[in-house]
T-cell receptor
Framework: AQKITQTQPGMFVQEKEAVTLDCTYD???????LFWYKQPSSGEMIFLIY??????QNATEGRYSLNFQKARKSANLVISASQLGDSAMYFC?????????????FGSGTKLNVKP | ETGVTQTPRHLVMGMTNKKSLKCEQH?????MYWYKQSAKKPLELMFV???????ENNSVPSRFSPECPNSSHLFLHLHTLQPEDSALYLC??????????????????FGPGTRLTVT
């Protein structure tokens, strides 16, 4: 079974609008971390936001917030007020902290296009 | 230099060549990773070094050989590669796991990648 599932291969959003990128995960560990990365066309993976499995509050970092629904095993990324520079691939990732700590599991990514 | 750097940024090599990719991190981390990113495939973890010891080897062919001489440097030695090895090779670093920091995020920071083409 896939550890991380991103069901949206591509998304379009109008500049200045909000967009939600979906991510579901699969783990039996009680302690894990969820991450979102942005990869522009230049190739570098840029860390955006982190959510720990024990965190009760949804993580926020500037225009990025993570909609964490533990019971549903989803960790959707919300980008508010989209900008043209947000156009990129976005990857959801998970790290299990008790077992397989050295592995990061990545989803297949969502390509976001922001339209002017 | 700050963050994670990788050299070269682009590499074209024949199947009989030997080359090396270099990664250097300036973040004080003690775990380093090699990933392979092919078109239309998820990121594939290749090797993990934690505290300079290789702790993960994801069934990678022996034509890829990693080396971690210290916690700041990581190499990937390449020899007799195949055309299907053409991909973006990404290096990353993070803190190694510590019980004292059980709820830390341990996020990975990535370098810009080496775009490898095998002809």
């Amino acid at each position: 079974a896939q550890k991380i599932t991103q069901t949206q291969p591509g998304m379009f959003v109008q500049e200045k609008e909000a967009v939600t990128l979906d991510c579901t995960y699969d783990t039996s560990d009680q302690s894990y971390g969820l991450f979102w990365y942005k990869q522009p066309s230049s190739g570098e993976m840029i860390f955006l936001i982190y959510q720990g499995s024990y965190d009760e509050q949804n993580a926020t970092e500037g225009r990025y917030s993570l909609n964490f629904q533990k019971a549903r095993k989803s960790a959707n990324l919300v980008i508010s007020a989209s900008q043209l520079g947000d156009s990129a691939m976005y990857f959801c990732a998970m790290r299990e902290l008790l077992y397989n700590f050295n592995k990061f599991y990545f989803g297949s990514g969502t390509k976001l296009n922001v339209k002017p | 230099e700050t963050g994670v750097t990788q050299t070269p940024r682009h590499l074209v090599m024949g199947m009989t060549n030997k080359k090396s990719l270099k990664c250097e991190q300036h973040l004080g981390h003690n775990a380093m990773y090699w990933y392979k990113q092919s078109a239309k495939k998820p990121l594939e973890l290749m090797f993990v070094y934690s505290l300079e010891e290789r702790v993960e080897n994801n069934s990678v062919p022996s034509r890829f050989s990693p080396e971690c001489p210290n916690s700041s440097h990581l190499f990937l030695h390449l020899h007799t590669l195949q055309p299907e090895d053409s991909a973006l090779y990404l290096c990353a670093s993070s803190q190694a796991y510590s019980r004292d920091r059980d709820h830390a995020s341990y996020e990975q920071y990535f370098g810009p990648g080496t775009r490898l083409t095998v002809t």
